[in-house]
């Protein structure tokens, strides 16, 4: 499989894989894509049961050619073995996908370790030491950080927005340690973003510090996401039973409702239906940020300035991944593929989350929320669809929010608990590139 950035029109220049992983974004400053989407159905995953089997076969096709190929089996082992329950929330018609239960508690496990795994066993044995810059709004960080800590030939430099993230995120951001250096900038999430473009884009410190970056625009975060979607998609098939066989019954695939911030989580879901699994339509369920409910509402694209909001790793204005969507979907209406954007305001995060017990037995985190608040929505107008719905943070992680709004404490699991309970050290920097680049080369002892 060949790759091209999405913004090389003419794909006159393919990269391989191992290239683009590697790179994260494209050198032409677009976002790598895969020159077509396979085509798999149901009988293609026979015998695959597990998530990482399931992520296998599925994946399998993007990495033919790759040096990778022969070792994919063992990645997706290693980084994906990872608890994924579905939660039924509505008998026998609604269920919640817990992508929560890696080790930073945060879907963004996944993709991270991923992407680890991946770059790990690219790496020779003289590559100098590669430096993994990530801009965070809160949860990509720690999972990033998880997923290199320690781990030999990498540092991760971390950029999170000063007060726009959670205490605990905040700690667990600090807490690594080791090859792991977290920066509280003075700005948005959007300003560590930037900082980070930047240096990505300067083509002499990229090289002299082996620079790639970890965020969601880069191709191995967006390939392992699209293995839980597989896997949901199957095991809903396997679990509702063949249907009664009647003429006339139709099997419905399930709508899905997945809280989207970047739209990486959500595209890769998008494409897994695209390949041909048995998922329906698919809804962005984002909080006040308007930039994708008003371009799927009718109107045009208008990046913008991210608002700060309850659901914060959600707080984005101009999502880097309507790119790669909008590339996939280049020769039709993106408007009219069964895709829809509804935003979720503040107000109703907070009594979407003081009602969870009492109407679902379900204590749920700000982004979680938005997802059930727009299954709420959906309902009332009378949509009688199964839905799977994404519940991608562990409420614990948000408990300044949750806590005053449940009234009581929520259970910390306990590889959260063990982040928090080390000492974290966090170092203030001005959002702009010329103080990222003079703290990289003061280097760390
Ligand atoms: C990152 C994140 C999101 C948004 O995911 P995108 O891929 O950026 O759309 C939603 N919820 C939580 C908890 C997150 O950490």
Redesign the pocket.
């Known amino acids: 499989m060949r790759y091209f950035s999405t913004r090389d029109t003419r794909q006159e220049w393919p990269v391989t894989l191992d290239a683009a992983l590697s790179a994260g974004l494209a050198a032409d400053g677009g976002l790598y894509v895969p020159e077509r989407l396979p085509q798999l159905g149901i009988a293609d995953f026979q015998g695959c049961l597990s998530l990482p089997e399931v992520a296998e076969r599925l994946l399998t096709p993007f990495f033919a050619g790759s040096s990778l190929a022969p070792k994919l089996g063992e990645i997706c082992r290693e980084a994906l073995d990872l608890p994924v329950p579905m939660v039924e929330i509505e008998a026998g018609r609604s269920w919640l996908l817990e992508l929560f239960h890696g080790p930073t508690a945060?879907?963004?496990d996944f993709a991270a370790r991923f992407l680890a795994a991946c770059l790990a066993r690219l790496r020779t044995r003289d590559d100098p030491l590669r430096t993994v810059l990530v801009a965070t709004?809160?949860?990509?960080g720690g999972a990033v950080a998880a997923a290199f800590h320690r781990r030999p030939g990498f540092q991760v430099v971390i950029l999170y927005p000063d007060g726009r993230v959670s205490a605990r995120q905040a700690h667990q951001l600090g807490a690594f340690g080791d090859n792991v250096h977290a920066f509280k900038v003075d700005g948005s999430f959007d300003d560590c973003q930037r900082v980070i473009k930047q240096l990505l884009g300067d083509r002499q410190l990229a090289s002299r510090y082996a620079l790639t970056s970890a965020n969601?625009i880069s191709l191995g975060r967006l390939l392992p996401q699209m293995a839980y979607y597989a896997y949901a998609a199957l095991k809903l098939g396997r679990d509702r039973g063949p249907g009664t066989g009647n003429p006339g019954e139709q099997r419905v695939a399930p709508t899905l409702i997945i809280?989207?911030?970047?739209?990486?989580?959500?595209l890769a879901a998008v494409l897994v239906r695209e390949m041909g699994l048995p998922l329906g339509e698919v809804h962005f369920a984002t909080n006040a940020n308007p930039t994708l409910s008003e371009f799927f509402g009718g109107g045009d694209y208008r990046g913008r300035p991210s608002i700060a909001t309850l659901?914060n790793?959600?707080d984005?204005g101009d999502?880097s991944?309507f790119e790669r969507l909008a590339w996939f979907f280049r020769n039709q209406d993106l408007r009219a593929s069964g895709i829809h954007a509804h935003r979720v305001d503040d107000a109703r995060i907070r009594a979407r989350i003081a009602e969870g017990e009492r109407d679902y037995g379900q204590i749920w985190?700000p982004?979680t929320a938005c997802a059930v608040e727009i299954m709420a929505t959906l309902r009332q107008q009378g949509d009688k669809s199964p839905m799977l719905l994404v519940a991608?943070?562990h409420p614990a992680k948000f408990d300044d929010v949750v806590e005053p709004l449940i009234g009581h404490a929520v259970d910390v699991p306990p590889a959260l608990a063990a982040l928090l309970a080390r000492p974290a050290e966090v170092e203030t920097l001005p959002a702009t590139a010329e103080a990222l680049t003079e703290r990289l080369q003061q280097g760390w002892i």
Do not use: E, R, W
């Open positions: 945060a879907f963004k709004s809160g949860d990509t969601s809280p989207t911030g970047n739209l990486g989580n959500a659901a790793a959600m984005v999502p991944n985190c982004h991608t943070a």
